[in-house]
């Protein structure tokens, strides 16, 4: 799967979204997350994010590796204000974005990057 990594929190360009083939780039309050099961690994998102936030997960660096994780948390685990888990939604525009977060994003400081 491609990660988002934390150059987007409190950026949100969102011109990685217009890229994605399967729409599987979610928007939360302060960042975006790929679902790394509806990813189909094409990398279009990659390159147009201006602050090269997005990385195929083999070249994630280092001190962003828990993003990894954190990207996929977002849908498997509940999110502050939801009961259940999002899951495999199967598409982010007709979810919409969500106020909530998971728990490393909201509890970074302001402007992380
Ligand atoms: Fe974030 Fe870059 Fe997409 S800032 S919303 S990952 S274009
Ligand atoms: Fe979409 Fe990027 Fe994956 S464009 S399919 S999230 S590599």
Do not use: M, Q
């Not at 994605?20 to 147009?48: F, K, M, N, T």
């Not at 939604?89 to 909201?106: I, M, R, Y």
């Amino acid at each position: 799967t491609y990660v988002i990594a934390l150059p987007c929190v409190d950026v949100k360009d969102r011109a990685c979204v217009d890229e994605c083939p399967v729409d599987c780039i979610y928007e939360g309050g302060r960042s975006l997350y790929i679902h790394p099961d509806e990813c189909v690994d094409c990398g279009a998102c990659e390159p147009v994010c201006p602050v090269e936030a997005i990385f195929y997960e083999d070249d994630l660096p280092d001190r962003w590796a828990a993003h990894l994780e954190d990207n996929a948390a977002f849908f498997t685990t509940a999110l502050p204000g939801r009961a259940a888990p999002l899951g495999s939604p199967g598409g982010a525009a007709k979810l919409g974005p969500l106020a909530a977060d998971t728990v490393l994003v909201s509890g970074l400081s302001e402007h992380p990057a």
